[in-house]
């Protein structure tokens, strides 16, 4: 299997079509032990290089840091410029330090010389805002961000959010243009089969302003892997085991109405759940590339099998028309 590249917006880099996710590296169970370590952390990023892979996705507090540590020892043994390296910036990471997060510029210019560091890269391909800074002008905070492109330790930047708030992006995007900033050329939003929030209103500006889209959270935090059954518990261990809130989001009669679809695609074609639901999203002419965030070996082989399923328009369609609707 190998990944082919997409083009990442209208930045003219090409980046491949599964983005690697590294939320996990690093992370610590509530028994004190990282979800993935090191050693699980470097072999995934192994596997992944060894399929094409060109796109890691971090944030400067995935694993407190632990993250882009990990993956800027994997890279020593790598040749940097092979790799499209994006990191987000907004969480506090600095405990009881009121100015230790947001967007304003003493945070900003602190993390992005940790970022690098801890990389162990004078530059990063992307800088993603995590989320947005009602406190920081986004004028003030553009100005900051524009500044680190002008000076080269940032190549493009992004905008990542939970919520679509699509007038968020477009304002900042405004601001630049007529200031003559770097303006947002990415964006990173939840985005999947049974959530659609984004398609009112943030996939009609991402098309405006011709940016990339990074969808995050591609299987629905695992729901559409297919391991979870209508009117059977929860499987023990699982995210819909042990969160009220997991449970109330996805478990519903509706979105398990699009999980028996995803699964009556997959066994008319002999794959996965995983496979139709992140081909789905491939062939979304809106999306640029899933972030995708395997916890196993197992899981990201899985994930990357995605790369070989192309639905046809019929299948797409159904799958499409399946979901519920934000209308």
Do not use: C
Not at 91 to 101: A, K, Q, V
Not at 139 to 157: C, I, K, N, P, S
Not at 236 to 265: K, P
């Amino acid at each position: 299997m190998a990944l082919d590249t997409v083009p990442l917006g209208a930045t003219g880099l090409q980046v491949s079509e599964l983005a690697l996710g590294t939320a996990r590296f690093g992370s610590e169970r509530d028994d004190g032990t990282e979800e993935i370590d090191r050693d699980a952390a470097h072999a995934l990023l192994d596997s992944y290089a060894d399929a094409g892979g060109n796109y890691v996705d971090l944030a400067d507090v995935y694993g407190g840091g632990t993250a882009e540590t990990y993956v800027g020892e994997w890279l020593t043994d790598r040749d940097r410029e092979a790799f499209v390296l994006a990191s987000k910036i907004y969480w506090p990471t600095r405990e009881g330090d009121p100015n230790g997060g947001g967007l304003n510029r003493k945070h900003l210019r602190r993390q992005i010389d940790a970022i690098l560091d801890r990389l162990g890269t004078d530059y990063l391909d992307l800088l993603y805002v995590h989320r947005w800074d009602d406190a920081t002008p986004a004028e003030e905070f553009m100005r900051t961000l524009d500044g680190f492109v002008a000076d080269g330790r940032v190549h493009y930047l992004g905008a990542s959010n939970r919520d679509p708030n699509a007038w968020q992006v477009a304002m900042a995007n405004e601001i630049a243009r007529r200031e003559g900033y770097e303006p947002f050329t990415q964006t990173q939003i939840v985005y999947n089969l049974v959530d659609r929030q984004v398609e009112p209103e943030y996939l009609p500006m991402v098309e405006e302003y011709e940016l990339g889209l990074m969808p995050f959270s591609p299987l629905a935090g695992g729901f559409l892997t297919g391991k979870y059954r209508r009117d059977e518990s929860p499987p023990a261990g699982s995210r819909g085991g042990h969160e009220e809130r997991f449970r109330e989001t996805y478990l519903t009669d509706e979105n398990f109405d699009v999980l028996e679809v995803v699964r009556e695609v997959g066994d008319a074609l002999d794959v996965s759940p995983v496979q139709v639901a992140l081909a789905w999203l491939r062939a979304h002419p809106r999306v640029t590339a899933p972030v995708i965030g395997p916890r196993t070996e197992a899981q990201l082989t899985e994930n990357l099998a995605a790369a070989d399923l192309d639905l046809s328009d019929e299948q797409f369609a159904r799958l499409d028309d399946a979901a519920p609707s934000p209308y």
